[in-house]
């Protein structure tokens, strides 16, 4: 029995043995492992990092400092491309809108060409009853951009058919023509035209208003409405219009 009991104990104390070996071993191998890491982080820089140095933080503030110069600068720069984009912004709106008017222009002139040669077509007694049946609204639109490219002899016969009419309507229809119209101020001969076209605001041009009476200044400008029909001067807060009309150019102030 003690025989028994004595190989008991001494086969636990093998496997006490074995296993204290092997912990022993597993922990030289870790710690083995640990050893070879932290030279790895050392090697690549991870480890033993000295302290910045008063020169360093001195640096990184010279940094700080360019970085917000540079900011400053870039932020200048944008608040001047806005305003720029809005400058911008402002013309194209501001070129879209006269183009707006001058496509309307056109459609006006052109509409006003075509209604004209209608109106030239007709008898005068047809042409002014179609007169007398426009609403007062659409008249102003029809004498001033269709009666102008009807010729002098034709306008004459219109007006005289007009004046001739029985109904109150048609009777009063003349006297608004020559208001809507207007009195001219002057007229000039076609030959201004290629002035006129040109924007060209020669001294002739000049001298026939001076000698009407109307002193142009060196800033006046011409527009062109209609190439060939319609013109604006404008000069200062003054606008005088001249359109092409039986065969001559008149002068009128607009309004």
């Known amino acids: 029995m003690n025989k028994i009991m004595s190989f008991c104990i001494l086969i636990c104390y093998f496997i006490a043995l074995i296993f204290g070996l092997m912990?022993?071993?597993t922990y030289q191998q870790l710690a083995a492992e640990r050893m070879l890491?932290?030279?790895?982080?050392?090697?690549?820089?991870y480890l033993a990092i000295p302290p910045p140095t008063a020169a360093d933080i001195k640096k990184l503030f010279t940094m700080k400092n360019e970085l917000e110069a540079q900011v400053e600068v870039l932020e200048g720069r944008l608040a001047g491309e806005r305003e720029e984009y809005l400058s911008l912004t402002q013309n194209v709106s501001r070129l879209q809108k006269e183009l707006n008017n001058l496509t309307i222009q056109k459609n006006a002139n052109e509409q006003g060409e075509k209604l004209a040669r209608m109106l030239a077509a007709m008898?005068?007694?047809e042409a002014a009853s179609a007169l007398a049946s426009l609403d007062d609204t659409v008249l102003p639109d029809v004498v001033e951009y269709a009666l102008p490219y009807i010729e002098d002899k034709k306008?004459?016969?219109?007006?005289?058919?007009i004046a001739k009419a029985?109904?109150?309507?048609?009777q009063s229809l003349a006297g608004k023509i020559i208001e809507i119209i207007g009195t001219s101020l002057f007229s000039m001969e076609l030959g201004f035209q290629e002035d006129l076209d040109g924007s060209h605001l020669s001294e002739e041009l000049r001298r026939r208003f001076s000698n009407n009476g109307f002193i142009l200044s060196q800033s006046a400008t011409i527009s062109i409405e209609k190439k060939g029909n319609r013109w604006l001067i404008t000069d200062g807060s003054q606008t005088?219009?001249?359109r092409k009309e039986r065969g001559k150019l008149g002068i009128y102030l607009s309004s």
Not at 166 to 170: A, F, K, Q, V
């Open 23 to 25: 912990w022993y071993l």
């Open 37 to 45: 890491s932290m030279s790895r982080m050392e090697a690549e820089g």
């Open 123 to 125: 008898r005068p007694d």
């Open 155 to 161: 306008f004459a016969k219109l007006m005289g058919a």
């Open 166 to 170: 029985d109904s109150e309507r048609s």
């Open 240 to 242: 005088y219009r001249i």
